[in-house]
């Protein structure tokens, strides 16, 4: 059985005292949800206070990017060594950060095997546009851009990856995905591209999250969904109420 995993991305919200402000109500209300894994990803500047803010609690750190070289002349960038004892997960390849900052595959897939190779668990984003979706180009763009995030990645690393389907045009729109299509996508398309790449083995234990535009009133019906196994949360992860509310349904759903 896989463990459901819900994270919040902060994105470019809240200062380091509202962060930890943040952390320090939202940790005591996760505690009763013990069967699912909670994590936080704040921005950079709050994310070594959020980690001693959560210290002995259940709630884990994630990191927003990060770049694939140890050390260098990469002005305003993170190593991944520079997470280490902070985040636990780091989210790679999400499609801010594909568009606003030009990461291709290539340097996604860089950054997969140096977050490994620091041990840490990259949350793998992938996702197509709206103009993909309209010209039937989904499941080519999404399992291409699963083939291209973990080329090189070895069978045995693959329990510490996590993959999160977020179809572009619902980030942060209000549109929603039919939760039938993204249980498709993620079981047909990404679990089925795993198993191709892996064998249906270790395709099964790999966790697949579905993001976008994510909310308490369509939680259900998304983890309801046999192939999804949580969710990568960004507006509603930003209040403490919303973000508890995910979690409590998030375990609900899987023991139904």
Same mark, same amino acid.
Not at 48 to 54: G, P, Q
Not at 70 to 93: C, D, H, N, R, W
Not at 126 to 150: I, N, P, Y
Not at 214 to 228: G, L
């Given at each position: 059985?896989?463990?459901?995993?819900?994270?919040?991305?902060?994105?470019?919200?809240?200062?380091?005292?509202?962060?930890?402000?943040?952390?320090?109500?939202?940790?005591?209300?996760?505690?009763?949800?013990?069967?699912?894994?909670?994590?936080?990803?704040?921005?950079?500047?709050?994310?070594?206070?959020?980690?001693?803010?959560?210290?002995?609690?259940?709630?884990?750190?994630?990191?927003?990017?990060?770049?694939?070289?140890?050390?260098?002349?990469?002005?305003?960038?993170?190593?991944?060594?520079?997470?280490?004892?902070?985040?636990?997960?780091?989210?790679?390849?999400?499609?801010?950060?594909?568009?606003?900052?030009?990461?291709?595959?290539?340097?996604?897939?860089?950054?997969?095997?140096?977050?490994?190779?620091?041990?840490? +668990?990259?949350?793998?984003?992938?996702?197509?546009?709206?103009?993909?979706?309209?010209?039937?180009?989904?499941?080519?763009?999404?399992?291409?851009?699963?083939?291209?995030?973990?080329?090189?990645?070895?069978?045995?690393?693959?329990?510490?990856?996590?993959?999160?389907?977020?179809?572009?045009?619902?980030?942060?729109?209000?549109?929603?995905?039919?939760?039938?299509?993204?249980?498709?996508?993620?079981?047909?398309?990404?679990?089925?591209?795993?198993?191709?790449?892996?064998?249906?083995?270790?395709?099964?234990?790999?966790?697949?999250?579905?993001?976008?535009?994510?909310?308490?009133?369509?939680?259900?019906?998304?983890?309801? +969904?046999?192939?999804?196994?949580?969710?990568?949360?960004?507006?509603?992860?930003?209040?403490?109420?919303?973000?508890?509310?995910?979690?409590?349904?998030?375990?609900?759903? +899987? +023991?139904?």
């Amino acid at each position: 059985m896989r463990t459901p995993i819900v994270a919040g991305n902060w994105k470019m919200h809240k200062t380091v005292r509202e962060s930890i402000n943040f952390v320090h109500e939202l940790a005591p209300m996760l505690e009763p949800y013990s069967s699912v894994e909670r994590v936080v990803c704040p921005t950079f500047l709050a994310l070594a206070a959020v980690a001693e803010a959560l210290h002995g609690s259940a709630v884990k750190v994630g990191a927003q990017n990060m770049h694939w070289e140890e050390k260098g002349a990469f002005t305003s960038q993170i190593a991944p060594g520079m997470l280490q004892g902070i985040a636990e997960y780091v989210i790679l390849g999400h499609s801010e950060v594909r568009q606003y900052l030009h990461d291709s595959d290539a340097d996604i897939n860089k950054k997969v095997h140096a977050a490994l190779d620091y041990h840490l +668990k990259p949350i793998l984003a992938v996702g197509e546009s709206l103009t993909q979706r309209q010209q039937g180009m989904t499941d080519s763009h999404v399992s291409g851009q699963v083939r291209a995030g973990l080329d090189g990645v070895s069978a045995d690393k693959m329990e510490s990856v996590v993959i999160a389907y977020e179809p572009i045009w619902a980030i942060g729109t209000g549109m929603n995905c039919d939760p039938d299509e993204a249980e498709r996508v993620c079981g047909q398309v990404i679990r089925g591209t795993l198993a191709d790449l892996y064998g249906a083995s270790v395709a099964d234990r790999v966790r697949i999250q579905y993001g976008g535009s994510v909310k308490p009133s369509n939680m259900t019906d998304y983890m309801s +969904k046999p192939n999804i196994d949580g969710g990568l949360v960004g507006g509603a992860s930003l209040v403490v109420s919303d973000f508890v509310k995910l979690v409590e349904l998030a375990e609900l759903a +899987k +023991k139904a």
